[in-house]
């Protein structure tokens, strides 16, 4: 019987897999947050692109999400260079 062993070794295993993965991807943190980003602004313009007059063939399916987007729409449209907001129903700035 191994009695408190094996917990206690697992802890440890468990902190040291933490600690590892941290600093093999804490090198990558930068490049990760920048292409998350990236993938963010794209989903935000297919989403809103048919209120701003793009064609978007997925339109019907993106309708549904924007009311759960508008609240980071004025961050986005500030990333890409848009002073005001590009829609002329929907003011957020």
């Not at 408190?4 to 993965?21: I, N, T, V, Y």
């Not at 930068?30 to 993938?39: C, L, P, W």
């Not at 809103?48 to 978007?56: D, I, L, Q, S, Y």
């Not at 999400?65 to 002329?88: I, Y």
């Amino acid at each position: 019987m191994t009695g408190g062993r094996e917990p206690k070794q697992r802890g440890w295993l468990d902190q040291a897999r933490f600690f590892l993965e941290e600093a093999y991807s804490s090198r990558y943190r930068g490049a990760i947050a920048r292409a998350r980003r990236d993938e963010d602004d794209l989903f935000m313009l297919l989403v809103f692109a048919e209120m701003m007059g793009v064609p978007n063939p997925a339109a019907y399916y993106t309708l549904e999400l924007q009311p759960f987007l508008l609240e980071r729409f004025h961050d986005w449209h500030r990333r890409m260079g848009m002073e005001h907001s590009p829609l002329d129903h929907f003011r957020c700035c």
